[in-house]
């Protein structure tokens, strides 16, 4: 079995043209040890991501974690909240695919996995002759990740508050005519 390649020297996490891809018959291997310069962490994104060109898809797998900071959508309270991802990806390699008369419900079988690809459904797609950006591959994985709704825990102590309102706090001067209706 052939080694995959490392990424070259340097940023580990520069795009990598897709036909230089297609000529690695065990695709890339980047590790991932670095800042993301799309998500703000408390700690290095730490983890490791392959891509391997098989004709018309680029098979994507990895897994990566770091330390954000958010703020609670409650009490607005800063917490440092973990994130992590485990995933694998078949992205379509463009339309240029399907005008050269492949089949949408091909099959391929890529190490000891079958794959079926749908490119009519929901799914990835890359122009054949663009690049592969695996560093903004990693920040759309942990974005995903983020909470929809930012909670510090179930301790939160909830909003602030300053007092109790006022009877004329609580009625909106629209409303008055109402209130006078009030026995």
Request: charged share 30%; glycine share 8%; proline share 0%.
């Given at each position: 079995m052939a080694a995959i390649h490392p990424s070259p020297a340097g940023d580990p996490l520069q795009p990598v043209p897709?036909?230089?891809?297609r000529l690695l018959a065990d695709g890339r291997h980047w590790t991932v040890d670095q800042q993301l310069g799309e998500l703000e962490s408390l700690t290095p994104v730490r983890g490791s991501l392959t891509a391997v060109h098989r004709g018309n898809i680029l098979e994507v797998a990895g897994e990566a974690s770091t330390i954000v900071t958010l703020r609670c959508d409650r009490c607005l309270q800063h917490f440092n909240h973990p994130l992590s991802f485990?995933?694998?990806?078949v992205v379509w390699l463009g339309d240029q695919a399907r005008a050269a008369g492949i089949?949408?419900?091909v099959v391929l079988e890529?190490?000891?996995?079958?794959l079926e690809l749908d490119p009519d459904g929901l799914c990835e797609s890359l122009d054949p002759s663009g690049d592969f950006d695996p560093e903004h591959w990693i920040f759309e994985q942990l974005?995903?990740?983020l909470p929809l709704v930012n909670r510090c825990g179930s301790d939160c102590p909830g909003p602030e508050l300053l007092g109790a309102p006022t009877e004329n706090e609580l009625t909106d001067p629209?409303?008055?005519?109402?209130?006078k209706l009030q026995p």
């Open positions: 897709l036909q230089e891809l485990r995933h694998q990806e089949d949408a419900e890529g190490g000891s996995e079958v974005s995903l990740q629209r409303w008055a005519a109402l209130k």
